[in-house]
């Protein structure tokens, strides 16, 4: 019999505990260090009171200890989580609030699906904290501000117009009237609230107290609201993130059709003034270089990617080139006369070229 047994386990005990209490650190609450030292102690009793018959000598000691670390490696793992969870506190929807209007801008990605076996609809959202509002949909670019300065752009044609002054028909034809309904929302806040967001995509009726929902919030930084439409079916439901205190995902549901709205929202520090201004926008439209992907134009990516042709030609020194003219011959050959010639990849020559 090994005579040295006890105090090896009474010493391996110690130590046990040391790293026990270590681990917790005092960073969890006093319930929780109780539970875990209570499960811990019951742990290693559990094991000693099945210890082997004393013939297998040093072989019995060292089966105990391995077992007894890998107990204590489980109640450190489990003491881990508890600690990094009470590290990262819940919020309340007063801060999610407060958080969301002191953004200085922020674009949203909206998708509406008003019939489940129909495509979404996209929407592109860029707003600025003074009520500027930039949207994008089907082809066509929107600007406004809380003056209620509307302007819009038609990127097939070029030609900007007055959406207010479209009639419904055409506004439903052209999908353009959730982008104007979004837009004048945005612009009409005196700032940036969040409820009141939610009150438009909601339709304006009364909407319960945001709740917890404890069985979405299945990460550690993100957590989940549920808002109950108190005269429809309806439910909102939002994810937002524990360090920042901001949403980043809104969705709306209907569950007597299927209806959905989605919106995916980003942050970002600034943006240039040109992004909203729609003079220089229709600038960027009168170009002779075309008008491909100029729907992005001006605007500034917070992670500084390129968004559009124009700002790879800037990084790389080169500029598009510029058409002077453009027609067919009788024969049908289309010729272009570039009245400045381009440098790069899409080179082009300042000199008639055709193609069949």
């Known amino acids: 019999m090994n005579e ?41 009793a559990d094991l000693a009171s099945r210890s ?85 949909q089907r082809g066509h670019v929107l600007f406004g501000d809380r003056d209620g300065h509307v302007v819009g752009f038609d990127m097939a044609s070029g030609a900007r117009f007055d959406p207010t002054q479209l009639d419904g028909p055409t506004l439903r034809d052209t999908g353009l009237s959730d982008a104007l309904s979004i837009l004048e929302v945005m612009a009409s806040m005196e700032m940036l609230s969040l409820d009141n967001l939610l009150a438009h995509f909601s339709g304006r009726t009364a909407l319960s107290t945001p709740s917890l929902n404890p069985n979405a919030s299945i990460s550690r930084d993100l957590q989940v609201f549920d808002i109950t439409n108190e005269r429809t079916p309806e439910w909102l439901r939002i994810w937002a993130l524990r360090s920042t205190r901001l949403p980043v995902r809104v969705r709306l549901w209907d569950p007597r059709n299927g209806d959905v709205t989605e919106m995916l929202f980003e942050y970002m520090l600034e943006q240039p003034d040109d992004a909203f201004s729609p003079d220089a926008f229709d600038k960027v439209l009168r170009r002779k270089d075309g008008r491909l992907n100029k729907m992005h134009a001006l605007l500034q990516d917070p992670g500084g990617r390129k968004l559009t042709p124009e700002d790879l030609f800037k990084e790389n020194g080169f500029h598009m080139p510029t ?34």
């Open 52 to 136: 082997r018959p004393a013939v297998f000598g040093a072989r019995s000691s060292v089966t105990r200890r391995v077992a007894l670390a890998v107990g204590a490696a489980l109640v450190v793992g489990l003491c881990w989580v508890a600690v990094e969870t009470f590290r990262s506190p819940k919020i309340t929807w007063a801060e999610v609030v407060d958080s969301f209007e002191g953004v200085p801008y922020f674009a949203a990605t909206v998708f509406v699906v008003e019939k489940p076996f129909e495509p979404a609809e996209r929407i592109e959202v860029w707003v600025a904290a003074d009520g500027r509002v930039r949207v994008h």
């Open 323 to 356: 058409v002077a003219e453009a027609g067919r011959t009788p024969e049908g050959v289309f010729w272009v006369v570039s009245g400045k010639a381009g440098t790069g990849p899409l080179r082009a020559e300042p000199s008639r070229a055709s193609a069949s």
């Open 4 to 44: 040295n047994r006890p105090t090896q386990e009474a010493s391996g005990d110690r130590v046990l505990d040391r790293r026990l209490a270590d681990a917790l650190g005092g960073a969890a609450p006093p319930c929780v260090e109780e539970a875990v030292e209570k499960h811990f102690q019951q742990a290693k």
